[in-house]
């Protein structure tokens, strides 16, 4: 079964870090590019960053450039993101989505369920 | 960074012709995507490239752009299409994403 599955959100106090977890399955992981996007309580999806699939290249979107960092372990099937010195308004559920490119067309193609990050003292 | 803009919400009675527009710069260079969100869920794609859907999307569904706007339109929407739907882009940089503000389409 094609899934990404999300875990590692939870509750955490201003300015402390977590790392999100993104498991694949049922599809050769190592050959997509992955992206986090986030949504925070009733708002519109942000994207937050990409990592092509060797890992050589990563981006980043503004609000978490230079605190958040996306990793894969393609040996564990596994897209990571670390996030620090996290602020209240890093809170959203997060989600990570597989890259699709098509005749130079980029999308997202395959969404987990995502995991929920609460930034609260 | 580029922004994408769309209407808050639009309503279309059922089996009705809708019309959802997102706006941007970006869009002169790329093609925008749709994503279709219901309450409680993740995305969805609904539309990629000039006019493609996956295979689990009905043939209601289409994308269309002109300029720097595109537009996904529901053709006899059905209760089942009620939704928020988002459409993105490649920022103008080609490395970054953009995402729009997102549309809350209601059937009445």
């Known amino acids: 079964q094609v899934q990404l599955v999300e875990s590692g959100g939870g509750v955490v106090q201003p300015g402390r870090s977590l790392r999100l977890s993104c498991a694949a399955s049922?599809?050769?992981?190592?050959?997509?590019?992955m992206h986090w996007v986030r949504q925070a309580p009733g708002k519109g999806l942000e994207w937050v960053a990409i990592i092509w699939s060797d890992g050589n290249n990563k981006y980043y979107g503004d609000s978490v450039k230079g605190r958040f960092t996306i990793s894969r372990d393609n040996s564990k099937d596994t897209l990571y993101l670390e996030m620090n010195s996290l602020r209240a308004e890093d809170t959203a559920v997060y989600y990570c989505?597989?890259?699709?490119?098509?005749?130079?067309?980029?999308?997202?193609?395959?969404w987990g369920r995502g995991t929920l990050v609460t930034v609260s003292s | 960074s580029s922004e994408l803009t769309q209407d808050p919400a639009v309503s279309v009675a059922l089996g009705q012709t809708v019309r959802v527009t997102c706006q941007g710069d970006s869009l002169r260079s790329y093609y925008a995507t749709w994503y279709q969100q219901k309450p409680g869920q993740a995305p969805i794609l609904v539309i990629y490239?000039?006019?493609n859907r996956p295979s689990w999307i009905p043939d209601r569904f289409s994308g269309s752009a002109s300029g720097n706007t595109a537009f996904l339109t529901i053709t006899g929407a059905q209760a089942e299409d009620e939704a928020d739907y988002y459409c993105s882009s490649r920022d103008i940089n080609g490395n970054h994403y953009v995402f729009g503000t997102g549309t809350k389409v209601t059937v009445l």
């Open positions: 049922g599809f050769t992981f190592s050959r997509y590019g």
């Open positions: 989505a597989r890259d699709r490119m098509v005749s130079l067309i980029r999308y997202f193609d395959l």
């Open positions: 490239g000039k006019n």
